[in-house]
């Protein structure tokens, strides 16, 4: 059974840091390309940050240079850090894997207020 468990969101101060963990299983994680999506309330569901299976990154505009997506094979884990946390990076942050098959998590709260 495939399954994403996504950890580490919550309520964190304007300017803050966070880091988020996905847990994978039931897949080769190594295989796929991973993905943090983010949906804020109202809004839709956007992409925040990906790494493929061969560690190439790519950003939403509006996280470069504040997040960095990084993947532990050997874990089969994939962590987004967020720092510099501004309230408008309020959302539900979701994991999200990809190869011949998508699968999402269940998501996390990160609120960013003071």
């Known amino acids: 059974q495939v399954q994403l468990v996504e950890s580490g969101g919550g309520l964190v101060q304007p300017g803050g840091s966070l880091r988020l963990s996905c847990l994978a299983s039931?897949?080769?994680?190594?295989?796929?390309?991973m993905s943090w999506y983010r949906q804020a309330p109202g809004k839709e569901r956007e992409l925040v940050a990906s790494?493929?299976?061969?560690?190439?990154?790519n950003y939403a505009d509006s996280v470069k240079g504040r997040f960095t997506i990084s993947r532990d094979n050997a874990k089969n884990t994939v962590f987004l850090q967020m720092n510099s946390l501004k309230p408008e990076d309020t959302a539900v942050y979701y994991c999200?894997?990809?190869?011949?098959?998508?699968?999402w998590g269940q998501g996390t709260q990160v609120t960013v207020s003071s």
């Open positions: 790494i493929t299976s061969s560690d190439s990154t």
């Open positions: 999200n894997a990809i190869r011949s098959r998508t699968h």
């Open positions: 039931g897949f080769i994680f190594r295989l796929y390309d």
